[in-house]
């Protein structure tokens, strides 16, 4: 039987999970190896320094470069706040003053005698890293950062967008093809991660955001009505650093798409535990997926991926491009020749059963991703 390997989504009830959590910079490690952590314990952190900010203090005050530090009231490595005085020049003896003051608050990063520009550094910005998962820390990068392992039930979604947060787990949907709309989010839903079936729509983005709801779930969203809540088309770059007050993660695609069976089943019996979400989607290269983990106490059972077998006839898989993004369907056919493409391109191919209509159609083989577990 042919075969060929893909990568995939996976829904799994047990899973060992890792999460690397380092530093953007060098900084400080907060905990050591073995140390037990909660998704919101910070594991690291470190000072992004500021922005900087130029100041031509030569030609304020009428000066060559090399004759600007007799006027510096302030030295390398001074604080400044808005409107202070770096230089000043007086003329007359003494009767008149010009001053330059400084446009931000920080502190003198470097006075040039050459150019005679004054560099200043905005405050630096401080960042902590937290664990966003409950685990343990099974090793660390010095000044980087940690890796946390935990056993977990993980379900990778298809689209998210929104960051890292964490909240109950609430299914509010009956069934799988249930729309998640305005009229299931209520005041008591205030911190929680709802799960629907088929659909997000539009009011409900607006009004979870309204009652402080920090995560939406289910099977596919209206593009419309996506673009319309960010304010902005998708593009193609990762997202997950929206300004939006909640996370919202689609298991399916784009439009109105039950939620498949399997994932449904798992969130619903995951309903009530503690999970951390996080939205953030490689678009374009499929190399980071929206995710749910709920962490678990133990491995029921350890699941592990097979590189090895990957696709074969009758394989579940996810069409990710156009014209069918989002759908289901099982493999048909796996042809081993190259066909060639619209564009010129060869490239393997096979053939998949659309699980909704029962249509046969030829697609490209980098366009599917299996759905594991």
Same mark, same amino acid.
């Given at each position: 039987?042919?075969?060929?390997?893909?990568?995939? +989504?996976?829904?799994?009830?047990?899973?060992?999970?890792?999460?690397?959590?380092?530093?953007?910079?060098?900084?400080?490690?907060?905990? !050591?190896?073995?140390?037990?952590?909660?998704?919101?314990? @910070?594991?690291?952190?470190?000072?992004?320094?500021?922005?900087?900010?130029?100041?031509?203090?030569?030609?304020?005050?009428? =000066? &060559?470069?090399?004759?600007?530090? !007799?006027?510096?009231?302030?030295?390398?490595?001074?604080?400044?706040?808005?409107?202070?005085?770096?230089?000043?020049?007086?003329?007359?003896?003494?009767?008149?003053? #010009?001053?330059?003051?400084?446009?931000?608050?920080?502190?003198?990063?470097?006075?040039?005698?050459?150019?005679?520009?004054?560099?200043?550094?905005?405050?630096?910005?401080?960042?902590?890293?937290?664990?966003?998962?409950?685990?343990?820390?099974?090793?660390?990068?010095?000044?980087?950062?940690?890796?946390? !392992?935990?056993?977990?039930?993980?379900?990778?979604?298809?689209?998210?967008?929104?960051?890292?947060?964490?909240?109950?787990? =609430?299914?509010?949907?009956?069934?799988?093809?249930?729309?998640?709309?305005?009229?299931?989010?209520?005041?008591?839903?205030?911190?929680?991660? $709802? /799960?629907?079936?088929?659909?997000?729509?539009?009011?409900?983005?607006?009004?979870?955001?309204?009652?402080? /709801?920090?995560?939406?779930?289910?099977?596919?969203?209206?593009?419309?009505? +996506?673009?319309?809540? +960010?304010?902005?088309?998708? %593009? @193609?770059?990762?997202?997950?650093?929206?300004?939006?007050?909640? #996370?919202?993660? /689609?298991?399916?695609?784009?439009?109105?798409?039950?939620?498949?069976?399997?994932?449904?089943?798992?969130?619903?019996?995951?309903?009530?535990? #503690?999970?951390?979400?996080? %939205?953030?989607?490689?678009?374009?290269?499929?190399?980071?997926?929206?995710?749910?983990?709920?962490? =678990?106490?133990? $491995?029921?059972?350890?699941? &592990?991926?097979?590189? *090895?077998?990957?696709?074969?006839?009758?394989?579940?898989?996810?069409?990710?491009?156009?014209?069918?993004?989002?759908?289901?369907?099982?493999?048909?056919?796996?042809?081993?020749?190259?066909?060639?493409? *619209?564009?010129?391109?060869?490239?393997?191919?096979?053939?998949?059963?659309?699980?909704?209509?029962?249509?046969?159609?030829?697609?490209?083989?980098?366009?599917?991703?299996?759905? &594991?577990?």
């Amino acid at each position: 039987m042919a075969s060929a390997y893909t990568p995939g +989504l996976l829904v799994t009830e047990s899973i060992l999970v890792r999460k690397r959590r380092r530093l953007p910079i060098l900084g400080e490690v907060m905990v !050591e190896q073995g140390t037990r952590v909660s998704p919101h314990d @910070v594991v690291a952190r470190t000072n992004i320094p500021g922005d900087p900010e130029t100041i031509n203090i030569a030609n304020h005050l009428g =000066l &060559e470069g090399d004759e600007i530090m !007799e006027f510096m009231v302030k030295k390398v490595g001074d604080p400044v706040t808005t409107g202070e005085p770096i230089a000043r020049k007086s003329s007359f003896f003494g009767l008149f003053k #010009t001053d330059v003051a400084s446009p931000v608050d920080g502190t003198v990063d470097n006075i040039s005698e050459i150019t005679g520009v004054v560099t200043l550094r905005r405050p630096a910005v401080p960042v902590a890293i937290e664990a966003y998962v409950s685990g343990k820390v099974v090793e660390v990068m010095p000044r980087e950062g940690v890796v946390i !392992e935990t056993p977990a039930a993980l379900v990778q979604g298809i689209f998210g967008v929104g960051g890292e947060t964490q909240g109950e787990l =609430l299914m509010v949907a009956e069934s799988n093809s249930e729309v998640l709309s305005a009229d299931k989010i209520k005041p008591e839903h205030k911190g929680k991660i $709802l /799960v629907g079936g088929s659909l997000i729509t539009g009011d409900a983005l607006k009004k979870a955001g309204e009652f402080g /709801v920090i995560g939406l779930v289910a099977g596919g969203i209206i593009d419309r009505d +996506l673009i319309d809540y +960010l304010g902005h088309d998708i %593009g @193609v770059a990762i997202t997950g650093s929206e300004d939006i007050p909640l #996370t919202m993660i /689609v298991t399916e695609g784009f439009g109105k798409i039950n939620m498949a069976n399997k994932t449904f089943e798992l969130l619903k019996k995951l309903s009530g535990s #503690t999970a951390s979400i996080n %939205g953030a989607t490689q678009i374009r290269a499929g190399v980071m997926r929206p995710e749910i983990v709920v962490a =678990l106490d133990s $491995l029921v059972g350890v699941m &592990e991926r097979n590189t *090895e077998s990957g696709m074969e006839d009758g394989t579940l898989i996810r069409i990710i491009r156009e014209p069918y993004f989002g759908q289901l369907a099982t493999v048909n056919t796996l042809p081993p020749e190259l066909q060639v493409l *619209e564009s010129g391109s060869k490239v393997r191919v096979l053939t998949a059963k659309l699980m909704g209509s029962g249509e046969v159609v030829t697609i490209p083989r980098a366009n599917v991703e299996l759905i &594991e577990g």
